[in-house]
């Protein structure tokens, strides 16, 4: 390729020869042709490729089909390339702006007929939705132009190169170019045409734009149009049909802001939208407007006068076999499971989603953050030298961004504020940008993290900041000598005391990769003490596998390093709380059950209710109880709750509750929809509060035996069956253990390394809790057997734990024990003591012990229990959990996790029932220890170490044995993969622990 046709791939201006200014992305009657469905395609390993593939009379019989919109790596099973995950990295050298020679370049053909009845349109224009990364254009041989900013819409006038009847459209798109330098965002590299494409006949007297501001302020709205037309277009009249509105305007300098009485507001609670039309003699446009007002009033940010607490999340467009190409059936469910979730705003992350998913998001309620396509991470790597944030040379193409990102999107009452994107350091490009939106939309914040300072930002926003730093702003106690109050990270005194006076908001936080994250209630806590935090955005919504195949046909979904990637970072692309199938993970409840809209609270025979909400009342709702006797239902109701406005409190009467004087006694109150939502059917739990209203009973003690003595060979007690001290069967069934265990299969924050900020005092910084377990040989661990006793009814065994290479030890005791009579010879009882020697280093990742179960004639695969469910549980990670009876198969028990991990711990459990298919096999009683802590188990059909072997579901072995591990304790989750470590109060460090089971037949 010559250098004249090559140099727009390294100029990082932001092309040429698309429509400016931008507009917004409107539903309009004037005729329109999609370009969507199948194209002629052919790729090339270069950008070398000669253009003479433009002509229109060029012979494409030869070349492939692609449909569009579409990745071409995600076509022609890996015929096209593959994809390319990274998180920071570029997949290609630092150079900019240049790029590489191997540039993957696909050249694509369509035919069009044009109507003849568009002989008579003013112009046609050829539109772009999205088109990674740089794209050039021809019409009928004729070069149109060329466009950057692969998430944004770019439009071309081709009037000039159309004609009646048929016509051919030319496209070729670059994988990499100097616009790939500000696209580093944290997901997938996928080339291609991916957004739709359409032919749209501008009529005369035509409305080129149409933006209507709108306002609200005690039952009272605004409207502030700005209507983008020749003069010659007008009259110009705007319609609301639902409020008996209809304003004609004759001449542009008659459209003016007028107000309205008696509208309803629109939030993302109760999103109340408006059919408008604004129409010329030619065309008429179709909007949906909602009335509020953003604005930030001291260090509060408000929407209609009221605080917004944002429940968000970050949500990347992203299907496991179509990418980021939309589909807005599944967008639809998407945002529909948000709201059954209690998430009620979305960060863009890191860049405009197809305009649709706005449309939705208007219809469903949610606010909104809307991210330019903006992000160049990978410059950290060689300390942000060459930058483009603050290179006057792409300051065009900064621009050009921000523009058609606000152009676009602005008449969606859902987006309530405006960011320029994301981890691009700082630079006047970026203060460019702030002035820019600011001047031409004063009314929405900018938000921006990087701005730490405050400098052109709005709002002060950060990432990851851990539990300890967000109170210390949210509460602002630490003072400096001159009383000038907290430094802020990377702030002067003084930039902090600016930065103290704005909203807080945590962009992202909470890293939801695999099992995790915790500590989602210690930040809720947070928001409602102080005012000035107003929640944040959990990074993030939904993991990000393409769906793959591996060579024998199985299906897994893919990451990082699968597609035979020369860089690429790993499963870090997996880190959502819904899995890449859709499959919400116990992560997404939890946060569901910790930002639930209404706090309800027992107080004696009274339960407090108070509506969290922003501004919708209590109407929608009903709330109903429940009393439960060791989680069987034995009564329930309705109670009669007034309607509650928001932030309002009521004080209701509990109805009598029958305790049960031999078994647990709990009431349970769960607010429910009461008539099906757009988003959930009725009934629908919103909210849930139990108490506990047992009697309390003493935990029964250990009875004292003697009469000790050595012994080996074979012993049975009652179900149970020995062999020189170790068992061999229950219930007639082959078991083995128990066997200690230390290890569970590292989590992905387990796996990360410590920055030795927050966290255990066991963290060394640089280093994985991962890595210290495998060091102390967690993982690893053998058994010397040092003692076999015999006594009446009993057997109790000592052995000494350790790993190789080591002389820490764990001494553990066992003791069976046979109490009463009966036809097994009385009730067993299994204690063990678990007591480690002085001198371990790191924390453990939990404390307990394993069975084996061989399958036998059937395997154990079915599992009935009374204690926390239904969702597995940690000791940071339970709001989610309440105390019940639930069952579930072995296989539902574990979370498909991208990379297999821990998963599966069941909390707070008082009695098990093991069952092979329909037979039950054994019962468990769990009895609590002296100081009341129950224990947990995980029932699952591989060992710690097997999942820890495995890097995909795929690889795990079958395996012809059931495995249950009863914990004393297990260790929290934290959010190491990306933010804190495990907070110290659920930080698991050797000790001595206490397991007693109570084992009978089935």
Not at 241 to 258: I, Q
Not at 878 to 900: H, M, Q
Request: one cysteine or more; aromatic letters at 8%; a negative charge.
């Amino acid at each position: 390729m010559s250098s004249e046709h090559s140099a727009y791939l390294s100029d990082p201006a932001p092309g040429r020869g698309a429509l400016r200014p931008a507009r917004s992305w409107l539903r309009s009657d004037a005729p329109a042709i999609s370009l969507n469905g199948s194209w002629r395609f052919r790729l090339s390993p270069t950008a070398s490729v000669t253009e003479e593939f433009a002509a229109d009379d060029f012979d494409d019989a030869g070349w492939d089909t692609l449909p569009v919109p579409a990745h071409w790596v995600l076509e022609g099973d890996g015929a096209y390339g593959r994809p390319i995950y990274t998180n920071i990295q570029f997949p290609f050298p630092i150079d900019p702006p240049h790029v590489p020679d191997e540039n993957p370049t696909g050249d694509y053909r369509r035919q069009v007929e044009l109507p003849a009845d568009w002989s008579g349109a003013e112009r046609v224009v050829l539109r772009f939705d999205g088109v990674e990364s740089v794209f050039k254009v021809w019409v009928n041989g004729v070069e149109i132009g060329s466009a950057a900013g692969s998430r944004l819409a770019h439009e071309f006038d081709v009037t000039s190169s159309v004609r009646p009847g048929g016509n051919v459209v030319a496209v070729r798109v670059h994988q990499w170019s100097a616009a790939s330098y500000v696209e580093d965002q944290d997901q997938w590299w996928l080339p291609g045409i991916f957004r739709d494409v359409t032919l749209i006949a501008r009529p005369a007297g035509g409305l080129d734009d149409v933006w209507l501001r709108t306002g609200f302020d005690d039952g009272r709205g605004t409207v502030d149009p700005e209507i983008t037309a020749d003069a010659t277009a007008f009259p110009v009249t705007l319609r609301i049909p639902e409020l008996g509105v209809e304003r004609v305007w004759s001449t542009p300098a008659e459209v003016r802001a007028f107000p309205l009485a008696d509208v309803h507001p629109w939030s993302a609670e109760r999103p109340r939208l408006y059919d408008v039309t604004v129409s010329t003699a030619a065309e008429t446009i179709a909007l949906r407007v909602g009335f509020r007002t953003v604005e930030i009033r001291g260090d509060c940010f408000l929407v209609n006068g009221r605080r917004v607490v944002f429940h968000g999340v970050n949500r990347h467009e992203a299907h496991p076999e179509r990418g980021r190409v939309f589909d807005e059936e599944h967008a639809r469910e998407d945002l529909a499971r948000m709201k059954r979730f209690n998430v009620n705003a979305i960060r863009t992350s890191h860049y405009p989603p197809h305009p649709r998913l706005l449309d939705l998001a208007d219809e469903l309620g949610f606010w909104v953050v809307l991210e330019c396509d903006l992000e160049t991470h990978g410059f950290g790597k060689v300390g942000w030298v060459g930058n483009p944030s603050d290179d006057p040379a792409w300051r065009a193409a900064f621009l050009d961004r921000i523009e058609r990102t606000v152009e676009r999107d602005k008449n969606h009452p859902s987006v309530v504020m405006w960011s320029l994107g994301n981890e691009a350091g700082t630079g006047g490009n970026l203060a460019a940008m702030s002035a820019w939106v600011h001047a031409r939309d004063p009314e929405r914040p900018v938000h921006y993290e990087g701005d730490y300072t405050g400098e052109y930002t709005d709002v002060y926003s950060r990432m990851y900041a851990s539990v300890s730093e967000t109170e210390r702003i949210g509460s602002d106690n630490s003072c400096n000598s001159d009383g000038s109050g907290s430094t802020l990270l990377n702030c002067t005194p003084a930039q902090s005391a600016r930065q103290r006076t704005r909203p807080f908001l945590l962009c992202e936080y909470a890293h939801a990769m695999g099992n995790g994250p915790g500590g989602f209630d210690q930040y809720e806590e947070l928001v409602h003490r102080y005012p000035r935090l107003h929640g944040g955005f959990v990074w993030e919504w939904r993991d990000h596998g393409i769906l793959t195949t591996t060579p024998d046909g199985t299906p897994y979904h893919a990451y990082g390093g699968d597609f035979g990637e020369v860089v690429h970072d790993g499963n870090f692309v997996m880190d959502g709380m819904l899995l890449s199938d859709d499959v919400p993970t116990p992560s997404l409840h939890e946060y569901r059950a910790v930002v639930q809209p209404f706090a309800l609270a027992f107080d004696g025979d009274r339960l407090t209710v108070t509506n969290l909400r922003h501004s919708a009342d209590s109407c929608d709702l009903r709330f109903v109880w429940r009393v439960e006797h060791d989680g069987t239902r034995v009564a329930d109701g309705v109670l009669e709750v007034p309607v509650l406005a928001a932030g309002g409190t009521e004080h209701v009467p509990l109805p009598p509750i029958t305790v049960s004087p031999d078994a647990e006694t709990w009431l349970t109150v769960d607010a429910v929809l009461a008539e099906a939502t757009a988003w959930a059917p009725a009934g629908h739990v919103v909210a849930t509060a139990q108490s506990d209203r047992s009697v309390r009973r003493p935990v029964p003690g250990v009875r004292p035996r003697t009469g000790w003595r050595p012994g080996s060979g074979a012993q049975a007690l009652g179900i149970a069956d020995f062999v020189d001290g170790s068992l061999v069967r229950l219930a007639g069934r082959e078991v083995s253990g128990p066997r200690l265990e230390l290890f569970r299969a590292p989590t992905d924050n387990d796996e990360s390394p410590s920055d030795g900020v927050e966290g255990s005092d066991a963290s060394v910084a640089g280093v994985s809790h991962a890595e210290l377990w495998r060091r102390e040989g967690l993982d690893r661990l053998v058994t010397r057997r040092v003692s076999v006793e015999h006594g009446p009814s009993a057997l109790r065994t000592v052995d000494k734990v350790s790993a190789a290479d080591s002389g820490r030890a764990v001494t553990v005791e066992s003791v069976w024990s046979l109490d009463g009579t009966g036809a097994d010879g009385g009730e067993l009882e299994l204690r063990v003591e678990i007591t480690p020697s002085t001198g371990w280093r790191t924390v453990w990742p939990r404390i307990g012990i394993r069975f084996e179960l061989p399958d036998g004639d059937a395997p154990v695969d079915r599992a009935e229990w009374f204690g926390l469910g239904p969702f597995e549980s940690y000791p940071d990670s339970l709001r989610a959990a309440r105390t019940g009876r639930f069952s579930s198969s072995v296989a539902d028990l574990s979370v498909g996790y991208a990379r297999p991990q821990e998963t599966g711990h069941r909390s707070g459990l008082r009695r098990l029932s093991l069952a092979a298919g329909a037979a039950e096999v054994l019962r468990i009683t769990a009895v609590p220890d002296t100081r009341g802590r129950r224990p947990g188990f995980t029932l699952s059909r591989h060992t710690p170490q097997q999942l820890d072997r495995a890097a995909h579901p795929h690889e795990l072995p079958v395996t012809t044995t059931t495995q249950l591990i009863v914990d004393a304790a297990q260790h929290g989750l934290g959010s190491r993969s990306c933010g804190p470590d495990v907070r110290p109060e659920f930080a698991l460090r050797p000790e001595a622990r206490t397991i007693r089971l109570r084992i009978a037949a089935g």
